[in-house]
């Protein structure tokens, strides 16, 4: 079975830009998380989905991030705009299993570098 | 105060020996605890959980929870090389409304030499 896709894997861009990072998740999972990795912060969730619907977005840095989720297979992060302070790994990760939250499988991550 | 607190390291132990990492956790609600590992450059992989107080084994993996301490570990038996990685504890962040909040620690990194 595939697992968590992410795209791209690779990002880098000018500070200014947008940037849109995109994950399908494992088939069957109706729930949906961000997360983002710095050294100094380290893994932090940003925002989750139940059944598409956002459930809670406390993580998310700030009005230049966006979040959303049209269908049970796709979900993107947007940032607009990018500042360097937003370079980071950016992991999507599902679960299926309301009851064990935390046994979440997570997507190869996308490495965001802004100039 | 950080939520989940774990030693960064890095730990070092010989090939064969126990290696045993420790974290804390301030939200006394909590109800689960993970450990994920994670290799350089790649993504979280969950390996262990556990609910209750007490121990639970897996292979050579074993989680260690005292709620009442607030305590978790991971104990690896019989260390391979290819068990260098970052270990990180995850804790949900609010037991009495059971949200998906998972909250990480910093990590561990293990170094096993041969």
């Known amino acids: 079975d595939a697992g968590v896709i992410q795209s791209p894997r690779h990002e880098v861009t000018e500070m200014g830009q947008e940037v849109t990072l995109r994950c399908k998740p494992i088939s069957g999972h109706d729930y949906l998380f961000w997360y983002r990795q710095t050294m100094m912060r380290g893994l932090e969730l940003l925002i989750y989905f139940n059944n598409n619907v956002p459930i809670d977005d406390s993580g998310m840095p700030e009005d230049r991030f966006s979040a959303k989720m049209p269908n049970a297979s796709f979900s993107t992060l947007k940032i607009q705009p990018s500042e360097p302070r937003d370079s980071a790994v950016y992991f999507c990760?599902?679960?299926?299993?309301?009851?064990?939250?935390?046994?979440?499988?997570f997507g190869p991550g996308t490495r965001l570098t802004v100039l | 105060q950080k939520e989940v607190e774990q030693n960064s390291g890095p730990l070092s132990v010989p090939e064969g020996a126990i290696a045993s990492l420790n974290c804390t956790y301030s939200?006394?609600?909590?109800?689960?605890f993970f450990w994920y590992r994670q290799y350089s450059g790649k993504s979280p992989e969950l390996i262990m959980s556990i609910y209750s107080n007490g121990d639970k084994e897996d292979g050579r993996f074993t989680a260690q929870l005292n709620k009442a301490s607030q305590y978790v570990s991971l104990l690896i038996r019989d260390s391979q090389p290819s068990d260098s990685a970052t270990y990180l504890c995850a804790v949900t962040g609010d037991g009495s409304s059971n949200t998906g909040k998972l909250i990480f620690g910093q990590g561990t990194t293990l170094q096993v030499k041969p």
């Open positions: 939200d006394r609600g909590s109800q689960s």
């Open positions: 990760a599902s679960t299926e299993d309301p009851g064990h939250w935390g046994e979440q499988f």
